[in-house]
């Protein structure tokens, strides 16, 4: 017992100081639904094979059961109606759900190792004591589990019948074993967001009547049984229903989707990836969607050569949802859409595949590491195919400087603004978490580039990607991985970022002679680059590091600028005096951050000579 103790003494220091003690639990599905396309219900067998890696003993077990969020009274409805800006997708249509058009998962029957073990359902989770049948550390076992659930009118990403006419769009549509890690059990109801899973294998058989076409996470193992775009090929089938039999490796959470008037378009990309586009063809959707293919498979070199090579073999574009909603190897996204929209859902989605699928964070604390860095990467590629010419509208120096002056202007500051550290179910409104979620998000990495230089920036996205694919970073993760590419000090930056809502505020105060006096009005440090133009349009940048940094970043102007590596200035310090190089005669202009790459909350003063903006 000293023994064992020792050994978790060990491993929970590790894990406190990096990835020599990380560990993650392992589970792997294999299911089978057989589907009941009249009543809208299925009945369903599982076995996930579970291997406990923690260096503890588990006397519980946790499982979502998301399709009861869709009942009446459930914590999603209620949440719905009484928060102050209802999500216009859900309102009070959870309330006027019929005994029909509910959503349910009711267990028949769950084992452990051939043995029974107790439960019962609170709301969408499934809480199992384990009693006498403990899993111990590095032991597994196999839950064996039969249930029923029926489908739920389509309110909130799952359901049927969507608003453009999709049949059955199946996301959280089985009993998902809840993670387990180093801050314990994150058995979260299913309120509105996000989600958290298991890495493994999913092995997952779907039995369905014959008109309909699916698509899915995952290979396709039958595709000589099935047709549908997956296979010129047919064994002829006389039975009634189709058995479709996807398998997916390394992913932590499965969807599909079906209805009988898909058209299927097949698309291999540049480097073999199997691209699927399934869709309901009309007038407001057949021209854009044979036309997204080729767009997609630009995307992927560009997000392979950026972000990381995308690991899976393929990838699957759903007609389905409400919006856009990501899973592993595929993503719903509503369909009748222009072509610029359709290709923005499309990269944004498939952008997950990247931060959420392999780099799985906990969405529910985290989830500006899921949807603001895939906001930055979507905004970037996005202005990659621009300059490709394969979008309208020309590409820009910088794609976040929009957002950023957006985010200064309208939220940063305001009552309405909340820590991004805040559990994505508990912001006050929906408003504060879209914001701080998908736009400060985006912001942070933004802000990172800048403090640390596009380069090294760069390569530390690599590095962060390269390793930490397929687990679990946190934003400590993230930062140590930044600090060690750049050379620089940024604990600083994620208290600021992630545990306030303080913010830069810089402005030019006095210029006279050839001394510039700047002020720090604003609570939260930035570096700065203050541009000078000279009357004869000459370029001057003086870069002012922080003290805090313990470092600078490289110099990337051009050669013709005349550039200036200042003294660092200390994050107590109000005023900061900056000694030019030309008299006051000889100025046409100064200017902080004209690129535009950190919040500061009132930019008019970043000019002199002063002048007005929008």
């Not at 979620?437 to 920036?457: H, P, V």
């Amino acid at each position: 017992m000293k023994y064992n103790f020792l050994v978790v003494l060990l491993l929970s220091v590790f894990s406190l100081n990096g990835q020599s003690g990380y560990w993650q639990q392992k589970a792997d599905y294999k299911m089978t639904i057989d589907f009941d396309s009249k009543k809208h219900r299925f009945k369903g067998e599982q076995t996930i094979t579970y291997t406990n890696n923690s260096p503890d003993e588990l006397d519980k077990l946790f499982y979502h059961l998301y399709f009861n969020a869709f009942q009446p009274g459930s914590m999603m409805d209620t949440r719905s109606r009484t928060i102050r800006d209802p999500d216009g997708r859900v309102g009070d249509r959870i309330s006027k759900l019929t005994k029909e058009e509910i959503g349910y998962q009711k267990i028949k029957s769950l084992k452990i190792d051939g043995k029974k073990v107790k439960y019962k359902v609170v709301g969408t989770i499934l809480e199992v004591d384990l009693d006498k049948h403990t899993i111990q550390p590095g032991q597994t076992v196999k839950l064996s589990m039969k249930f029923e659930a029926q489908v739920p009118i389509q309110i909130r990403r799952s359901g049927r019948d969507n608003a453009e006419g999709i049949d059955y769009s199946m996301a959280q549509w089985y009993p998902k074993l809840s993670e387990y890690d180093h801050q314990g059990w994150h058995a979260n109801p299913y309120v509105g967001r996000e989600f958290h899973g298991i890495w493994g294998d999913f092995d997952v058989t779907i039995k369905m009547d014959k008109k309909y076409t699916i698509g899915a996470t995952g290979v396709l193992q039958n595709p000589e049984r099935i047709g549908k775009g997956y296979s010129d090929v047919v064994v002829p089938n006389k039975n009634k229903k189709l058995e479709w039999n996807f398998i997916a490796e390394n992913v932590h959470d499965f969807v599909w989707s079906a209805d009988p008037d898909y058209e299927h378009i097949t698309h291999k990309a540049y480097d073999g990836t199997i691209l699927h586009f399934l869709y309901q063809p009309n007038e407001r959707t057949t021209n854009n969607w044979k036309n997204l293919p080729r767009v997609m498979d630009v995307a992927l070199k560009y997000l392979n050569e950026r972000f990381g090579k995308y690991p899976y073999p393929v990838y699957s574009f759903l007609q389905g949802g409400d919006g856009g909603m990501e899973y592993p190897m595929a993503t719903l996204i509503t369909g009748e859409r222009s072509f610029p929209s359709l290709v923005g859902v499309s990269v944004h989605e498939w952008m997950h595949s990247w931060f959420q699928m392999v780099l799985g964070t906990n969405e529910s604390l985290y989830p500006w590491m899921d949807e603001g860095f895939t906001s930055f990467g979507t905004a970037e590629t996005m202005n990659y195919l621009r300059k490709q010419n394969l979008l309208h509208g020309g590409s820009v120096d910088n794609p976040m400087a929009r957002t950023i002056n957006g985010f200064s202007s309208n939220h940063a500051g305001s009552p309405l603004d909340e820590p991004i550290s805040t559990h994505a179910d508990h912001f006050r409104t929906n408003r504060a978490y879209g914001v701080g979620s998908y736009t400060k998000g985006a912001i942070y990495l933004e802000q990172l580039q800048y403090i640390m230089g596009k380069e090294a920036f760069a390569q530390a996205m690599l590095n962060y990607y390269n390793q930490w694919k397929f687990k679990h970073p946190t934003p400590n993760d993230l930062i140590r991985i930044m600090e060690k590419e750049s050379g620089l000090e940024l604990d600083w930056y994620n208290e600021y970022m992630v545990n306030t809502t303080k913010y830069p505020d810089y402005s030019i105060d006095t210029v006279y002679g050839k001394t510039l006096v700047l002020s720090q009005r604003g609570e939260m440090p930035m570096p700065l680059e203050i541009v000078l133009t000279t009357v004869k349009d000459e370029k001057e940048v003086y870069y002012i590091p922080m003290r805090i940094m313990r470092g600078e970043k490289p110099n990337i102007w051009p050669k013709d600028v005349d550039y200036n590596l200042m003294e660092d200035w200390p994050w107590t310090h109000p005023e900061y005096i900056l000694e030019l190089n030309c008299k006051l005669d000889k100025i046409k202009k100064i200017e902080i951050n004209p690129t535009i790459n950190f919040v500061d909350l009132d930019r008019k003063n970043n000019v002199w000579p002063r002048e007005e903006r929008e």
